[in-house]
Structure formats: C-alpha cells, structure tokens
C-alpha cells in the first residue's frame, strides 16, 4: 500500500514510521541536469579527454556520491584507488579495466564492476570507441580516490 505524505512518496511498512519521520523533516529534491555543470578530467588524473558530469554528492543520510564520466577514444583515467572502494556501471561506448598485476578486460553497456577499498587498478575508452559510466564511491576521511601514476602506453595497449 502506497501512501502520500507531505508531498513524498512512501512505501507503507514496518519502517513506515521512520520514513514518515524524515519527509516531515526533508522532502524529496530534484537536482536538475543544468545545475550541475560538467567538468573536464584534468591532465594529472587522465589521459585524452574525459567529461566527468556530478550525479548526487555525499549527504548525512546518502554516503556515496556519483558521476556520469565519458571517456574519448584512448582516454583513461590515471592509475588510481579508492579508500572505500568504488561500483562503476557502464553505460555506453565500450571500456577497458585493469588491476595492477592482473589482465586488462572489456567493458561494455550494462556491465558493472566492483573495485574493493585500495586495488590500483585504472579504467577508460578503448583506443577506437567512447566509453561512459556512472561511478559511485564513498568516502573515508574525506577522500574518495588515491590518484597515482599514469597508464603507459605500454600498459595501455598490451
């Protein structure tokens, strides 16, 4: 049973009382697309061109944050971490991500992939297609990603 209060939408359940609790307090936001400008990835963290879009960012009740990243052909990020980790769905175009130390793989529409707190791993566009996905990380102390060296292109390619 669905019920309307004070302008959000709530699921009737055992926790019903909690929610009815916070939309007294908070009501349901809509962050529109033009409010949250898109920025270019900086040359010290990738490589090419990569548009990182803000989707939500950490709040007291929403750890996570996330963005909406497009990557150019041959564009990739830096090799990197994350303290808690990171989820990345791919949306479009076709991708590469690799572990240090393991095999490089393919990326496509609709993949997910899981990176656990502190792996040096690096992801990006294939070297002839686009590739975007949305990342989502939380963080720790304030830090959402350890950005280290850059992919060689070596590393890159092989």
Same mark, same amino acid.
């Given at each position: 049973? /669905?019920? $309307?209060?004070?302008?959000?939408?709530?699921?009737?359940?055992?926790g019903?009382?909690?929610?009815?609790?916070?939309?007294?307090?908070?009501?349901?936001?809509?962050?529109?697309?033009?409010?949250? +400008? #898109?920025?270019?990835?900086?040359?010290?963290?990738?490589?090419?061109?990569? !548009?990182?879009?803000?989707?939500? +960012?950490?709040?007291?009740?929403?750890?996570?944050?996330?963005?909406?990243?497009?990557?150019? #052909?041959?564009?990739?990020? =830096?090799?990197?971490?994350?303290?808690?980790?990171?989820?990345?769905? !791919?949306?479009?175009g076709?991708?590469? !991500?690799q572990?240090?130390?393991?095999?490089?793989?393919?990326? /496509?529409?609709? @993949? =997910?992939?899981?990176? #656990?707190?502190?792996? /040096?791993?690096?992801?990006?566009?294939t070297?002839?297609e686009?590739m975007?996905?949305?990342a $989502?990380q939380? +963080?720790?102390?304030?830090?959402? =990603?350890?950005?280290? @060296?850059? =992919?060689?292109?070596?590393?890159?390619?092989?």
């Amino acid at each position: 049973m /669905k019920s $309307l209060l004070a302008g959000v939408l709530l699921v009737s359940s055992a926790g019903a009382g909690c929610a009815a609790h916070h939309a007294q307090a908070e009501r349901l936001q809509v962050m529109r697309a033009d409010s949250r +400008p #898109p920025t270019q990835g900086s040359a010290e963290n990738f490589t090419g061109t990569a !548009v990182i879009k803000p989707l939500f +960012p950490s709040n007291e009740h929403r750890h996570a944050s996330g963005a909406h990243v497009t990557f150019e #052909p041959g564009a990739r990020t =830096v090799w990197h971490s994350h303290p808690a980790g990171q989820t990345l769905v !791919v949306t479009s175009g076709t991708g590469w !991500v690799q572990e240090w130390g393991g095999t490089k793989q393919e990326l /496509k529409p609709g @993949d =997910v992939v899981w990176t #656990p707190p502190g792996i /040096k791993h690096w992801h990006g566009a294939t070297a002839t297609e686009g590739m975007a996905h949305i990342a $989502l990380q939380e +963080p720790v102390d304030g830090k959402v =990603v350890d950005w280290m @060296d850059k =992919v060689s292109e070596a590393q890159y390619r092989n």
